[in-house]
């Protein structure tokens, strides 16, 4: 028998706040039984009536294996609280018990279900000037009650509090969208801290993403210059009527409590020895947007690490962490009132042993003129009394491993400072393990690098620039699915890039917006490599998670793009074209007009950017991008469109071969130009024999150095052990020396760097996207449809053995191997109800069904 386990409505679990009307299920299987062959399920709004068959909704028996995107099939209301479970039968036809119940509640669905009016302070902002936070309050009296909730947002980071309590454990609420287009509102059960008679509702405000420094230069006001606080408090009376409690111009108001300055990059002022007076009243403003449930993993603080204090070479108190992280820290201290002390957060040590900004605090010639990095990732503390008090961040986050103590009134004890990480808080659904201490610590750094960078948004770092850019987050995907559960988050940021998209169907680089549109450096905007996310992040979430609603919720925004890309191609305006592109009948379909970043921070090169445009990366992500939307328009039903996208990338994919291929082959010193062709399938048999074989010779003569840049460094791996090279992409995988993945390792690193040599953001997810070839081709798993997997691992270099457990959306495969003598034993696990098909060198290929398998090829050369 069959029993459903990890039920989730729309990715989560037992969400507390969302819209979307029309929810889908999904469940993971355990039991003695292979398969699913059908399912019921049945849905109350209460546990209660579960057992009493006094069902809201009942699928019936539903003929299905089917165990992800199982529609919900009643209509939904505002508020509504929906319990469920299901069963399933098995291929005996045998029905397995029910599951635990799980359940969802519906958010506020309609604009006029909102009562409260938004509310700022009692203040205009000045251009220029900086603001302490907002602090608002109320005191209301309510009579028994059975059930209370509280929806809030801000333009700005709310933390809320009722009767001194801070309301759930979420932080940096109500976290980053484009605040014109959506501001996303939070839900939560405060039944438990209302009481019968007098409470108090706080709501302390900041700057936050909404008008505190952004993006590399560190612009203000990106979004408005008042912040404002939208919140309402619904109490279900034991009459069952329902009082109503929103924010308004009732509320009273002061900004002269503890914070008196608050920066997401620069941090925080605090005078402790200031509590808000609340003297003022809060004056009622308007924002219009449209009011959203986040569908989402919420932020929250995660794991905590303990210092250990260093005397640095200069004279200076450090604490070393051992993690770099992007969260806060927070520190005890006893001093007497006034003491004024300052914490400084950095990422590394200077060649001498000292604290360092130098690698995220740089000088750019062409920064605006507002750029000011006076200040960069400080917190200043001013003693309340000469008690002891302890401190945290509310709104602020930084990138950091060490802290530098100024001006401390006590010795320095590890015990009185907590670094907290804090980032959305997706499922770690990954486990690896191997013979090798380095790529253990390879793939253990690219998790933290992604937890230091997942916050809300994937930003590029946590430092200098804190940007979402596109390209990151698009060549990470297949290797960020193994690691975490990201499937509401991407949900998410997807509805952010495409709320931003331009009128012309172009996607920004950076989403949301870390500058005003339009203010100088426009012209980098529509990079290829980076807009193509908004074509291969639905296209690869579709191939992971099998999610054709949401793919047909992306699809018009999609084609929007792709309109955009295909106009790029074949503009003659460049009067020198013909001197950089022969005429000819294929030039029509080159791209040939647009800034586009390339082959960024390749290893051999010391500019960042140069010649534009950049045909050759920009016409070959034009013909991939196309391919797979093809394939997306005929997976939903729009075979016109397939048709007309796979013609374009065809003709795009001959010209790059004229132009770019030259008697069959490319004759390049630049590992990417090898890699690339190779990786977006733009070339044909022969062509992909003579690139291969130019590869692997460039390769050797580098001595497996990695020589690829920011678009191609994901593929080289993968280029390699395609070809037939699988020694050399295991050499190139555990080179040690300069420029190498271990080289960092072996230079301290606890995260990936953004660049090989360490001078740049030491906290950047993007190089990490090999772990998708130690996950898919190492370990060998891969998914390969509705409920299936292919288990194809390959073993090399100097590992011995190696282990991978991977909790996909159809349950926990895992795959290990060890090199016993002269032979490799492999271990499979495949989950209930799913199957897979084993491709291991010296086994007869099958397909196996759910359960445990070991295979022991009687011929295996070592």
């Known amino acids: 028998m069959l029993k459903a386990i990890l039920l989730k409505t729309e990715y989560l679990t037992n969400p507390l706040g969302i819209d979307i009307v029309r929810p889908e299920f999904a469940w993971n299987l355990v039991g003695d039984s292979k398969k699913q062959t059908a399912y019921e399920i049945i849905a109350t709004h209460t546990k209660e009536e579960l057992d009493k068959a006094s069902y809201v909704w009942s699928s019936g028996k539903v003929s299905s294996a089917s165990m992800t995107h199982v529609p919900y099939g009643a209509d939904v209301r505002s508020r509504e609280r929906i319990y469920w479970k299901v069963r399933v039968w098995d291929e005996h036809d045998v029905a397995g018990e029910w599951s635990e119940t799980a359940f969802f509640e519906m958010g506020l669905l309609e604009r006029q279900d909102w009562k409260a009016e938004w509310i700022c302070g009692d203040y205009e902002p000045k251009p220029g000037e900086r603001y302490p936070v907002d602090e608002f309050s109320k005191t209301f009296q309510i009579p028994a009650f059975v059930k209370a909730r509280m929806y809030i947002t801000a333009c700005g980071i709310y933390e809320t509090s009722l009767n001194g309590m801070k309301v759930g454990d979420m932080v940096l609420t109500p976290g980053v969208t484009s605040y014109e287009k959506r501001i996303q509102y939070q839900v939560y059960d405060i039944t438990k801290q209302l009481q019968s008679g007098v409470n108090r509702w706080d709501i302390s405000l900041g700057d936050g993403w909404f008008r505190g420094k952004q993006g590399v230069f560190g612009a203000t006001n990106v979004f408005g210059t008042q912040t404002c606080a939208l919140g309402q408090i619904e109490i279900t009376g034991t009459d069952g009527t329902t009082t109503y409690i929103g924010t308004d111009g009732s ?27 609340y003297k003022g009243q809060a004056r009622v403003t308007e924002w219009e947007t449209l009011l959203c449930c986040s569908n989402n993993v919420p932020v929250k603080e995660k794991e905590t690490f303990k210092p250990t204090v260093l005397l640095t070479p200069d004279g200076s108190t450090v604490l070393d962490f051992g993690q770099v992280i992007a969260g806060y820290p927070q520190f005890s201290i006893q001093g007497k009132q006034g003491h004024t002390v300052v914490l400084t957060m950095g990422e590394m040590l200077d060649s001498e042993g000292n604290f360092t900004l130098s690698n995220v605090v740089q000088e750019y010639d062409y920064a605006p003129d ?367 020396d300069y420029p190498s993945w271990i080289y960092q390792i072996k230079q301290g690193a606890t995260t990936i760097w953004e660049n090989w040599n360490g001078e740049a953001s030491r906290n950047h997810y993007s190089n990490g996207a090999v772990c998708d070839w130690i996950f898919n081709t190492v370990c060998g798993i891969n998914l390969a449809g509705e409920n299936q997997f292919l288990i194809s691992p390959q073993p090399g270099g100097s590992l011995t053995e190696a282990y991978l457990t991977y909790q996909s959306i159809y349950g926990k495969v895992s795959c290990s191997w060890r090199k016993e003598s002269a032979h490799y034993v492999y271990w499979i696990e495949i989950p209930a109800g799913c199957q897979a098909e084993i491709n291991i060198q010296g086994v007869e290929p099958q397909v196996v069904e759910a359960g445990k398998h070991c295979f022991k090829p009687s011929v295996q050369a070592l």
Request: proline content about 5%; some cysteine.
């Open 251 to 277: 509320f009273r108001w002061s900004n002269d409590g503890p914070v008196r300055f608050n920066d997401m990059k620069d941090g925080e002022t605090i005078v402790a020895a200031l509590s808000p007076s």
């Open 370 to 736: 507002y750029c000011d990095d006076s200040r960069f990732q400080t917190i200043i503390y001013s003693c309340g009394s000469e008690a002891r008090e302890t401190w945290k961040p509310k709104f602020c986050i930084q990138g950091f491993r060490y802290v530098k103590l100024d001006n401390w009134p006590e010795p320095v004890q590890a015990d009185h400072f907590t670094a907290i990480a804090v980032y959305s808080d997706m499922e770690q659904t990954g486990q690896f393990s191997c013979s090798s201490p380095y790529l253990e610590k390879l793939v253990n750094n690219t998790l933290w690098s992604m937890k230091g960078n997942f916050l809300d948004v994937p930003t590029d770092c946590p430092t200098r620039e804190r940007a979402a850019w596109t390209g990151d987050a698009q060549l990470f995907f297949h290797a960020g699915r193994y690691f975490m559960d990201f499937t509401a988050f991407f949900r998410k940021w997807m509805q952010d890039v495409f709320d931003d998209q331009a009128a012309d169907g172009k996607v920004y680089n950076i989403v949301p917006r870390v500058a005003p549109h339009g203010e100088g450096f426009d012209y980098v905007e529509g990079s290829s490599g980076w807009i193509d996310a908004g074509i291969l992040i639905p296209y690869r979430y579709w191939k992971t998670y099998g999610d054709l609603k949401q793919l047909a919720n992306w699809y018009e925004p999609m084609t929007k793009l792709a309109d955009f890309m295909i106009n790029r191609m074949g503009d003659t305006s460049d009067p020198d074209l013909d001197q950089k592109l022969e005429p000819s009948e294929h030039r029509q379909y080159i791209v040939t007009t647009g800034f586009h970043f390339g082959e960024w921070n390749e290893p051999d090169r010391e500019e960042l950017v140069s010649g534009l445009p950049k045909y050759e990366e920009a016409t070959a992500y034009l013909a991939y991008s196309l391919n797979c939307l093809s394939q997306i328009s005929d997976a939903l039903g729009k075979q016109k469109d397939a048709s007309k996208y796979l013609k374009v990338s065809e003709r795009a994919k001959a010209a790059y071969q004229y132009y770019f291929v030259k008697n069959g082959t490319i004759s390049t010193n630049k590992m990417a130009k090898l890699v690339r062709p190779l990786a977006l399938d733009l070339l044909d048999q022969d062509m992909r024999k003579n690139v291969e074989h130019e590869l692997i010779s460039l390769v050797r003569e580098r001595e497996h150095h990695v020589g690829t840049g920011f678009l191609s460094t994901p593929f080289i791996l993968r280029a390699l052990s395609d070809a037939g090279y699988v020694d050399d992409a295991y050499q190139m995988l555990e080179k040690e």
